[in-house]
């Protein structure tokens, strides 16, 4: 596992307030880039997650990923961004899932997260799909007592969140953030990775068979903004039914 921020060792990990997991480098940013920001602006520590190097790309290189996937998370402002240097294309092997699902319990319990963001829902991705089961996983058995490692107390998040890459978005999400104030940070952070997004070469774009993601998901952005009456907005998914116990944050 590769860290890409503060070098410590796992035992000395310090809790943080949002953990964000990504199959992939650039997958966080792509989804979520404006929410990691805005969490980072107002001072929330936030630890990014990348599952895989994505070495499987058409474009770029492992070592260029890296270094753009540090650029980024400078830019965003997070703390921490660590790489569990998994299978790309293969976070759906039967045969690595529960490994994978205790490593993951393993860095919840460490980071102790009140707030866990993760991909889900369907996705021309097969590993982005993968991504979210793990996750939801993960954060089932880290709160189990007897699960993995004793010396680490069971943990699990106030809230697990989901975000969209590829997919096609299930009508009005139940969360829409308003990330108008920070959105030239996602940008920013998605400019860093110059070996995956090349607007300007059209040509080869097509010849790949791969959207200019960026460009996509800047109009869902600012298709859900305008619903909300801002500039820009992303959505978030919950798990489950939402409590409400003070009827104001309806209307906060």
Same mark, same amino acid.
């Given at each position: 596992m590769e860290n890409h921020g503060n070098q410590r060792a796992p035992e000395e990990m310090a809790p943080a307030d949002v953990l964000v997991i990504g199959a992939h480098p650039d997958d966080v940013e792509l989804g979520v880039g404006g929410t990691v920001a805005l969490a980072a602006n107002q001072g929330l520590q936030v630890v990014i997650v990348d599952l895989t190097e994505g070495e499987m790309a058409s474009s770029g290189t492992v070592v260029a990923r890296r270094a753009e996937a540090k650029e980024a998370a400078e830019v965003l402002g997070v703390r921490e961004r660590i790489n569990c240097r998994w299978e790309d294309g293969g976070l759906s092997d039967p045969a690595q899932w529960r490994r994978r699902v205790e490593e993951l319990a393993l860095l919840l319990r460490r980071y102790? !997260?009140? *707030? %866990? *963001?993760?991909?889900?829902?369907?996705?021309?991705? !097969?590993?982005?799909?993968? $991504?979210?089961?793990?996750?939801? @996983?993960? *954060?089932?058995?880290?709160?189990?007592?007897?699960?993995?490692? !004793? @010396?680490?107390? !069971?943990?699990?998040?106030?809230?697990? /969140? $989901?975000?969209?890459? +590829?997919? $096609? /978005?299930?009508? *009005?999400?139940? #969360?829409?953030?308003?990330?108008?104030?920070?959105?030239?940070?996602?940008?920013?952070?998605?400019?860093?990775?110059?070996?995956?997004?090349?607007? @300007?070469?059209?040509?080869?774009?097509? $010849?790949? +068979?791969?959207?200019?993601?960026? %460009?996509?998901?800047? %109009?869902?952005?600012? #298709?859900?903004?305008?619903?909300i009456g801002t500039a820009y907005a992303e959505p978030l998914y919950p798990d489950g039914p939402i409590r409400i116990g003070r009827l104001d944050a309806l209307w906060e």
């Open positions: 102790r !997260p009140r *707030l %866990a *963001l993760a991909p889900q829902g369907p996705d021309r991705h !097969p590993d982005h799909e993968a $991504a979210g089961r793990l996750a939801r @996983e993960a *954060l089932f058995y880290s709160g189990l007592k007897k699960f993995g490692d !004793p @010396e680490l107390a !069971p943990w699990r998040p106030k809230r697990f /969140l $989901a975000y969209r890459i +590829n997919g $096609a /978005l299930d009508g *009005l999400s139940a #969360y829409s953030v308003d990330v108008s104030a920070v959105y030239d940070r996602k940008q920013a952070a998605l400019a860093c990775f110059q070996s995956q997004f090349f607007r @300007e070469q059209r040509e080869t774009r097509q $010849a790949l +068979n791969v959207p200019d993601l960026p %460009a996509l998901l800047e %109009a869902r952005d600012r #298709y859900l903004g305008g619903m």
